[in-house]
């Protein structure tokens, strides 16, 4: 049987490893990853989001944070390409992302997980995991249909890569269970292996502490920091748990009324007077 | 860590549910496949023909099931791709002369081509809005089947006559025996590609479909795209069928293709097992069986029997063969335990 924790073999081996955090402030100054500029979405009169920029280097763990309806998911769901913001742009790698379609995301590099889980619940664990390979593989239906040589070989070399990450995730001893019977935790586990398998660059986190106990949120924390320094992926974490945000992330944005409301790092946000005053309300209210 | 520890000690209960969910073992997958190929020299040629149409309409279900038990779309409209595999492989081997076997083929890539054609205006459809749109489809084929300005290929509301095929290089086999066989080769054929598929990147792309859409197109899966497939590999499957039971049946026309067909296939499907392929023949065998056992019942209220039994099978194994399946492997894994 394989070791439990099976951390001796990342899928792409960086040399970084632990000292992720001063190549993420090196990285400052640099071109960003991803650069959200201006970006307004408006649903019939209302603003949900008026003129936010921010940008994300490689190797960072970016929160996003706010008060109920501040504008988080709205935001979220334009990375995602769910809504078509109303003005501005998000640019990943330099190039924008307005133009591409919601399937066309994963390729360039985006993987997200979802609030409140969005698996496959009639599909195996590994199956989960491999759809999530989806946009990295090619295949047509009738190569498929007639298992062609090249099909086995891209199913060998993608099992391989699924198991690998499924090891990564603590989930061989589920790993042929179908999801919909599995506890919760675990299943969030499997969404960011889902996420992982597309090997992506930026990985959208939507409230992932959301439903899990303060015990699973610590361990979540510690999860999420393992996968940036192994797998040199970029987190944008939207969430509602401070402790998590403020523990993990090494640059926040706070959101309010859909505008930006400060931007820093976690110490600098967290005694914002205009942060403060959004979460706790003011005096003169 | 506590949340691993509860899964670990959950997993062997959960894992009692197939891996292979869509399919059969290579043991049991030998034992049917010896039974189709000895049992027809068993039995008289009205049996050996009914067992034909029994794979004919496999085919059929097995279609649907790709559609509806993989990627989530329902259909009433089978009826409509099946008569369109049947007059295509009518008209080809009636009025160009084709070989029976080669119209098959070109039976079943039009009806691909249908069948993606008509999914693209069903994308904007879902759940019982498709369901009523492929109503409307089925309900419309025998119309336009007997429509003036195809009655010179059609034969408009007579139909065609088709021909039977002989056994080829003299093969001491009655007509009906060596289709039988002929039926049985290009049923297994299209199970084992159907089988290939579900197992694929597309299959898994039409279950991602089929349980979350939106996740499926986070993940870079064209939802329009692989619905549409869907539904042509579908009505391609299909159209084979239907061209097979024309060569069957030696007769096309229209009112053969009404929606009652559809419904019938729609039936053998929740017989089977929705999404269990090997249940295809089994909800098969209840539509082209079960009708007949009814009639011997009661001949007068046979429609009335057939409603009960359908009931009952409904209410006692609501997952169809697929349940009997999984419990029969249950039971066989306790014996070998004891």
Redesign the interface.
């Known amino acids: 049987m394989r070791p439990a924790n099976d951390f001796a073999r990342p899928v792409r081996p960086n040399g970084f490893g632990r000292s992720k955090m001063t190549q993420a402030q090196l990285a400052q100054g640099k071109d960003p990853l991803l650069a959200v500029r201006d970006v307004s979405v408006v649903f019939g009169g209302i603003i949900a989001l008026n003129g936010v920029s921010f940008d994300m280097q490689q190797g960072q763990i970016l929160g996003l944070i706010g008060p109920n309806g501040a504008g988080k998911t709205t935001l979220f769901n334009c990375l995602s390409r769910l809504y078509q913001p109303s003005g501005g742009d998000i640019l990943m790698e330099g190039q924008s992302i307005l133009t591409r379609p919601p399937h066309r995301i994963a390729e360039i590099g985006i993987g997200r997980t979802f609030q409140n889980v969005a698996l496959f619940p009639n599909l195996s664990v590994l199956d989960n995991v491999r759809v999530g390979t989806h946009a990295r593989t090619n295949s047509d239906i009738i190569s498929d249909s007639l298992k062609l040589p090249w099909v086995r070989r891209g199913e060998a070399e993608l099992n391989k890569r699924v198991h690998e990450i499924v090891s990564y995730l603590d989930l061989d001893d589920v790993a042929h269970v179908t999801v919909s019977g599995l506890p919760f935790g675990t299943q969030k586990r499997v969404e960011l292996a889902r996420a992982l398998a597309a090997d992506p660059k930026i990985l959208l986190l939507d409230e992932p502490a959301g439903g899990l106990n303060h015990e699973e949120v610590h361990v979540l924390g510690n999860l999420i920091r393992r996968i940036r320094d192994d797998r040199n992926v970029t987190v944008l974490l939207v969430e509602h748990h401070m402790g998590l945000v403020m523990s993990i992330a090494d640059h926040v944005v706070a959101l309010n009324f859909g505008r930006k409301l400060a931007e820093g790092t976690p110490a600098q946000v967290q005694s914002d007077p205009d942060v403060i005053k959004a979460y706790l309300g003011s005096k003169d209210q | 860590?506590?949340?691993?520890d509860?899964?670990?000690t959950?997993?062997p209960a959960?894992?009692a549910?197939p891996?292979r969910?869509m399919t059969l073992g290579y043991g049991t997958s030998l034992v049917m496949l010896a039974l189709f190929l000895i049992v027809p020299l068993l039995v008289k040629n009205f049996i050996v023909f009914q067992l034909t149409m029994l794979l004919i309409y496999g085919l059929a279900v097995l279609a649907l099931n790709i559609l509806t038990g993989g990627s989530g779309q329902f259909s009433l409209g089978q009826s409509a791709f099946y008569a369109v595999g049947a007059y295509t492989s009518a008209i080809l081997m009636e009025h160009a002369g084709v070989n029976y076997a080669l119209t098959l083929p070109i039976a079943g890539v039009i009806c691909f081509a249908f069948g993606f054609l008509f999914g693209q205006p069903a994308l904007r459809l879902s759940g019982v809005y498709l369901a009523l749109a492929t109503f409307a489809l089925a309900t419309a084929m025998p119309q336009l089947l007997k429509l003036g300005y195809f009655e010179h290929w059609t034969g408009g509301v007579q139909g065609l006559v088709v021909t039977k095929p002989d056994a080829p290089f003299g093969l001491p086999m009655s007509q009906d025996m060596w289709l039988y066989y002929f039926t049985l080769a290009v049923t297994i054929a299209i199970y084992i590609?159907?089988v290939?598929?579900l197992r694929?990147?597309?299959?898994?792309?039409f279950?991602?479909i089929?349980?979350?859409e939106?996740?499926?197109?986070?993940?870079?899966?064209?939802?329009a795209l692989y619905k549409t497939?869907a539904f042509g590999?579908s009505a391609g499957i299909t159209g084979v069928a239907g061209g097979l039971g024309a060569i069957a049946v030696q007769f096309v026309a229209p009112d053969s293709y009404t929606i009652t067909l559809a419904i019938s296939l729609f039936l053998g499907m929740v017989v089977g097992g929705v999404?269990w392929l090997p249940g295809s023949i089994v909800g098969s065998a209840f539509i082209i069986f079960v009708p007949n056992i009814a009639e011997g019942i009661s001949k007068g209220l046979s429609g009335a029997v057939f409603g009960v039994l359908l009931f009952l099978v409904i209410f006692l194994v609501p997952h169809g063969a697929r349940q009997v399946a999984i419990v029969a492997q249950q039971l066989v894994g306790k014996l070998k335990k004891n």
């Open positions: 860590m506590s949340a691993v509860e899964v670990v959950e997993a959960v894992e549910v891996k969910a590609f159907s290939n598929l694929s990147r597309s299959g898994r792309a279950m991602a089929r349980d979350n939106i996740a499926a197109s986070a993940m870079g899966v064209d939802v497939l590999v999404g």
